[in-house]
């Protein structure tokens, strides 16, 4: 039986597909998983982004809501955050 997570289409040895209509089948499907990860890593880059553009207002915000910390500490640590945030491969 077939592993579900394989493309479409006879495989013979070293990758080689049986017919043409086989290779362009599996080609469509890892096309489709590609796009997925270039998305991920689209929205993930604009995370990060926006993450570092707004972090000091941020900060400023958390220290004027709950009267607790520094605003120089939260903002250092909401940059750490958007900086080392897992990328596309973990999501």
């Known amino acids: 039986m077939k592993d579900s997570s394989q493309p479409a289409?006879?495989?013979h040895d070293m990758g080689v597909f049986?017919?043409?209509d086989d290779a362009v089948a599996a080609a469509t499907?890892?096309?489709q998983g590609?796009?997925?990860v270039a998305m991920r890593q689209q929205v993930i880059q604009a995370i990060r982004e926006a993450g570092e553009k707004y972090a000091r207002e941020l900060a400023e915000l958390a220290v004027t809501e709950t009267g607790m910390?520094?605003?120089e500490d939260k903002f250092a640590k909401n940059v750490a955050q958007a900086r080392r945030h897992a990328g596309a491969w973990s999501v």
């Open 9 to 11: 289409g006879t495989v």
């Open 18 to 20: 049986a017919s043409l």
């Open 29 to 31: 499907v890892a096309q």
């Open 34 to 36: 590609l796009k997925r």
């Open 69 to 71: 910390g520094r605003v």
